[in-house]
């Protein structure tokens, strides 16, 4: 058995913050910030936690594939800025949805986070243990973001995608994989909150993000062209066959770079970062909503999706949609 994309939906935040308007809170410009990564605009959140995004997304995804969440057997929710250290923001989404049949949990993989989840029910299917999952990459990470530090504060953007995933006989996903490396954990993190407690006489205080962008840059630009073609060897299908590579949107000129590594031609990767920013573990879902959107998608189509992020991860999946 293998997973096959049913539905698929997105929800951003309804507030939009323009290059400009990050120009009047640190000393940036637009020029700047477009011609180094490709971003005009990003959502920001001016309430909604990051499970209100997943489960509006959520909600959109069930809708498109037409099934009720009581139907749902799992939910896999990846975020790098939950809402809670616990309960889960997946068993939060459950309880919303009334998906009462689902067993439910979050994972962290940061960017590579919806890759990982769709490999998890992959796994799940092939071994017969469930038959229909919810997956949804959501973020908030304007809550994480270190609104002085110019460096990282106008790449980011908060939303989320979501895809109800079916098990059938044949097509779907064709083959995955994943990779982690932790030694090069420090180029991209996050700590939730620092330690503290009576014995130490001091208070935790909240992390930021802080990364080393051009280190980041350098192990996406290595590791995208790399997982593809892992897979593409691995199930003997050539570039020609692959008809978009849809790659997480942290940057243009990863993208660009990755693409030209590939000796692929650029018009075979979509973006929607320019809109959307890097908003993480979502920006596969809502860059594939994008495209649904566009009906840029038709059945058969061979799809290669690949995210990378902290951690480091990395991951790739092959698909048939
Ligand atoms: N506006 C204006 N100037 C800035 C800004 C800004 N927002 N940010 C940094 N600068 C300045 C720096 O201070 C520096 O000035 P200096 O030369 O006087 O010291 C100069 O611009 C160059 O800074 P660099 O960090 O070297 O800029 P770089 O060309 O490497 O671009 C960027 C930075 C866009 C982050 C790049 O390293 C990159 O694309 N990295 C990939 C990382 C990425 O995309 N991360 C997203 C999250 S990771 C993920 O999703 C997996």
């Avoid at 997105?10 to 940036?28: F, G, M, Q, S, W």
């Avoid at 030694?183 to 930021?208: D, E, H, I, Q």
């Avoid at 000129?253 to 030209?260: L, M, S, T």
């Avoid at 038709?298 to 799809?303: F, M, N, Q, V, Y």
């Amino acid at each position: 058995m293998t997973a096959r994309i049913a539905g698929i939906g997105a929800y951003v935040p309804e507030r939009i913050v323009t290059n400009d308007d990050l120009a009047k809170v640190v000393e940036t410009n637009n020029e700047w910030i477009f011609s180094r990564t490709g971003i005009r605009e990003r959502h920001i959140s001016t309430g909604e936690g990051t499970k209100d995004l997943a489960t509006e997304a959520a909600r959109r995804a069930l809708s498109a594939a037409e099934v009720d969440p009581k139907e749902l057997d799992l939910i896999i929710l990846g975020t790098s800025s939950p809402d809670c250290n616990f309960p889960s923001d997946a068993c939060s989404v459950q309880a919303a949805l009334g998906a009462v049949n689902a067993v439910a949990f979050d994972i962290s993989a940061a960017c590579a986070g919806f890759i990982f989840a769709m490999n998890i029910v992959q796994g799940f299917f092939m071994a017969g243990v469930y038959r229909t999952a919810l997956i949804i990459g959501a973020e908030t990470l304007s809550k994480v973001t270190d609104w002085s530090d110019r460096s990282t504060c106008v790449l980011f953007g908060d939303g989320a995608g979501a895809a109800v995933l079916k098990s059938c006989e044949s097509g779907g996903i064709v083959d995955m994989m994943m990779g982690a490396d932790g030694t090069k954990g420090s180029a991209l993190s996050c700590t939730s909150r620092t330690f503290g407690n009576f014995l130490t006489k001091t208070v935790p205080k909240m992390g930021f993000m802080s990364m080393d962008g051009q280190e980041v840059f350098r192990f996406a630009v290595r590791k995208v062209p790399e997982s593809v073609e892992i897979l593409l060897k691995k199930n003997r299908i050539s570039k020609q066959e692959i008809k978009y590579y849809v790659l997480h949107q942290a940057n243009e000129r990863i993208i660009e770079a990755a693409a030209r590594r590939l000796n692929e031609p650029i018009e075979k990767f979509p973006m929607s970062i320019a809109k959307y920013g890097n908003t993480s573990t979502a920006s596969i879902p809502l860059l594939l909503n994008e495209m649904q959107k566009q009906r840029m998608l038709s059945a058969g189509d061979k799809l290669m999706l690949s995210g990378f992020g902290a951690g480091m991860t990395w991951g790739a999946v092959l698909l048939e949609w």
